[in-house]
């Protein structure tokens, strides 16, 4: 019998495993709700329910006789079917509404944040809430200590950095995390979540805050979005003026002056923890536009830009694209993790950024008065500008994983060798 027993929890333990937050997602059928597998659509909880949400730290909130619960993956009710309104879990803590009140309990249904608030908002892994008391917010502890008084139109926290902003009569002001200001209210009411860095705006433009309450970069851009962090400067930043480009960094140098019409970055990445989180790696060079003609400038030289191009474009052969490892379509194009790819940054501007992994395709094809050559992602010129496009991507180079060297044709390998 034991054996038996002991099958069965291993079983139990095995298929828990193989459950997540998205496993099961709800379903209405009629005017009632249920939840069904995400991938086969089988039933796994009945339509019983007047409404039911995702799941999210392992518990949906399910509402049932007009009032709200939470349930578990096997549809067990953990939290009693009694409020009024609940909003999501936030790891262990949730925002829930009895009568006209708001405050907070966690995942065992104890109230932590008493019932005294008409709003209550959760900051995401953080052990804070913007709370409303009167028409006016002020931001608390989860202990319900006043971090700061009731008395702002907003309290606000971008998804990606460790500062606050305060809006009060039309004009904002900046603290850090711990709720120090770092500003007066000297600042246009601006808030974008999802940039990277202390965006400002100031008389209608757009600046770079530190942490000090400097203005690293002044208030007088009509955008900016994140460049890309750099492992020698920290954060770049791109910033428009008048169809011009320039690039600044964190500390306030001024990496790429305002000469050109477009920029694209490329970088050196040397570590990377996923596809999307890189912890180490460096700005290469740039490929640069102006009028239609396109240069590269190294990152970390003086070296003037002497050399203009009709066009640059990735190594990407026709047999890659067919397969959709990249689109040749001049630089608004795509790749795989095999070669270059361009994409998109999370500002608002439509702004692309150019980037290279490490042992992946360096190259880049450069024309020239309708001949095409090889250049290098960091501006050295590898071969004349003397062959065809046709003849160039149906000889693209060959990475050898084991020797971890690209191989080209003999005759562009003696090319690039004698230069």
Not at 13 to 21: L, M, R, T
Not at 261 to 270: A, D, R, S
Not at 395 to 405: C, S, Y
Request: hydrophobic share 35%.
């Amino acid at each position: 019998m034991r054996p038996i027993l002991t099958i069965v929890l291993l079983f139990l333990i095995v298929c828990a495993k193989g459950q997540d937050d998205y496993t099961f997602i709800p379903k209405k059928n009629k005017r009632k709700w249920g939840y069904v597998h995400y991938k086969t659509n089988e039933l796994r909880f009945d339509f019983q329910y007047q409404a039911a949400r995702s799941f999210k730290g392992k518990l949906a909130a399910i509402k049932k006789g007009g009032k709200w619960g939470f349930i578990d993956y096997d549809g067990q009710v953990v939290i009693e079917i009694k409020y009024d309104d609940v909003k999501e879990f936030d790891h262990e803590y949730c925002a829930v509404q009895q009568g006209k009140k708001w405050g907070v309990i966690n995942k065992r249904g104890e109230v932590i944040v008493p019932f005294k608030y008409e709003d209550c908002v959760l900051w995401s892994n953080d052990l804070k809430a913007v709370a409303t008391l009167n028409g006016q917010k002020g931001l608390i502890t989860l202990s319900d200590s006043i971090l700061l008084p009731f008395q702002y139109d907003e309290i606000l926290k971008p998804h990606y950095a460790d500062y606050i902003t305060v809006h009060q009569g039309g004009k904002a002001a900046y603290l850090n995390e711990n709720a120090r200001f770092i500003s007066e209210f000297e600042f246009d009411t601006f808030f974008n979540p999802n940039f990277m860095g202390l965006l400002v705006k100031q008389n209608g433009k757009f600046g770079i805050m530190n942490h000090s309450g400097e203005l690293p970069i002044a208030a007088q851009y009509d955008s900016i979005v994140t460049f890309g962090m750099d492992a020698v400067e920290g954060l770049y930043f791109l910033c428009f003026r008048g169809g011009i480009q320039s690039v600044w960094t964190i500390t306030g140098k001024e990496s790429i002056p305002p000469h050109y019409h477009q920029i694209y970055p490329i970088f050196n990445i040397g570590n990377t923890i996923s596809d999307t989180v890189m912890n180490a790696y460096s700005l290469l060079s740039t490929i640069v536009e102006v009028d239609g003609k396109y240069g590269i400038l190294n990152a970390y030289s003086d070296d003037t830009l002497v050399q203009w191009y009709d066009s640059i474009i990735p190594y990407c052969t026709d047999d890659w694209e067919e397969t959709g490892g990249c689109f040749k379509i001049g630089m608004r194009w795509k790749s795989d993790n095999s070669n270059f790819f361009l994409e998109k940054n999370l500002g608002d501007y439509g702004y692309y950024g150019l980037f290279w992994r490490n042992e992946n395709n360096p190259y880049l094809i450069y024309a020239l008065n309708n001949k095409f050559g090889i250049i290098h992602c960091d501006g050295r010129v590898l071969t004349e500008a003397k062959y065809s496009l046709k003849y160039l991507t149906d000889n693209a180079p060959v990475f050898d994983p084991q020797k971890k060297e690209w191989h080209f044709e003999k005759e562009l390998l003696y090319d690039m060798e004698t230069r």
